[in-house]
C-alpha cells in the first residue's frame, strides 16, 4: 500500500477565548490520497477553514496527529512549518489575495522568492504556470486590471508555480458569479486530471458536486464522508453555457490548453 498524501489520527483543534472554549475542530481521522479530488462541506463555523488551515500547515493542531506525504508535521514549530507549506501547498482563497500593486507575473513568482531560485528561471516558472490558467495575455496587468475571474486564475497560477502536492482553495468561487465560478472548478478539474491532489472547502452543493468525494463537517465533527459517483464536468457546463456544441475531451484538455473550446 502507498502512503496516503494526507493522514490524521483525532486531529484537533480548539480556541480559547474569553471565557470558553470552541472545538473548531473534533477528532478527525482521515486519509486522503494523492490525485484525490475532495471538497469539504458544512455550514458556517462548522470547522471547514480550520480544517484547512491544519491540513495546509497554516496552523497547529491542540491535539491529535497530521503526517502529509508520510512526515509527521502535527509537532512541527512555524518555521518548520512554513518551510513545508511552501513546498507542497499552494492556496487559493476566496478574495484571491493577491498583491495589489505588483502585476500577474510578479503575484506569482512571489512564492518562489522564498526559496532560493535564480530570478530567471523564477520568470520562466511563472509565466509557464500564467500560460497553463489560460493568461499568456495578462502577464503585465495588476489585479485592478482583470476581471474576478482572472484574478483567481492569477491565485492559482500562483499556488501551482511551486508544483505543490496539493493545492487547497477555501471557498474558491464564492467572490465570483456562477458561469466564472464554473471556469475556476473546470480549472481545478483539469489540474487534478493532471495529477495534482484537490481540496475544495465550500458551502456550495454545486461546487462540491465536481469534487470525487465530499467530507461533511458539523460543529466541528466529520459527520459524512461520501464518495461522488458522476461528479459534474464544469468544462462541459462551461462549453454548453458558450453555446458551443459537444467538446469530446474538453475536461481533459492539456495543461495550457484552451480553457473554454471556441464556440462555433
Ligand atoms: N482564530 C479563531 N479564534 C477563535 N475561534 C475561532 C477562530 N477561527 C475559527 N473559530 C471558531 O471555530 C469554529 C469553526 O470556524 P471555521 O473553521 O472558520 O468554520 P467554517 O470555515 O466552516 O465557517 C467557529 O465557531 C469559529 O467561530
Ligand atoms: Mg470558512
Known sequence: ??????????????????????????????????????????????????????????????????WLAGED???????????????????????????ARATALD???????????????????????????GLADRMDHRPSQLSGGQMQRVAIARAIVNNPHVLMADEPTGALDSRTGAEIMALFQRLNAEGITV???????????????????????????????APVRAAEAVAAAAGAVEAPGAASAPLGGPLVPEAV
Request: aromatic residues 4%; glycine residues 8%; positive net charge.
Open 1 to 66: 500500500m502507498t502512503t496516503p498524501l494526507i493522514r490524521t489520527e483525532t486531529l484537533s483543534k480548539t480556541y480559547h477565548i474569553g471565557g470558553g472554549d470552541v472545538r473548531a475542530l473534533v477528532d478527525l481521522s482521515i486519509e486522503i490520497a494523492k490525485g484525490e479530488m475532495v471538497a469539504i462541506m458544512g455550514p458556517s463555523g462548522s470547522g471547514k477553514s480550520t480544517c484547512m488551515n491544519l491540513l495546509g500547515c497554516l496552523d497547529t493542531p491542540s491535539a491529535g496527529n497530521y
Open 107 to 133: 503575484n506569482v513568482e512571489l512564492p518562489l522568492t522564498y526559496g532560493r531560485v535564480p530570478r530567471r528561471l523564477r520568470h520562466q516558472k511563472a509565466e509557464k504556470a500564467l500560460a497553463a490558467v
Open 199 to 229: 481540496i475544495v472547502v465550500t458551502h456550495d452543493e454545486h461546487v462540491a458536486a465536481h469534487a470525487r468525494r465530499i467530507l461533511r463537517f458539523r460543529d466541528g465533527r466529520l459527520v459524512a464522508d461520501e464518495a461522488v459517483a
Open 73 to 99: 508535521v502535527s509537532q512541527l514549530d512555524s518555521d518548520a512549518l512554513a518551510h513545508i507549506r511552501n513546498e507542497k501547498v499552494g492556496f487559493v482563497f476566496q478574495q484571491f489575495n493577491l498583491l
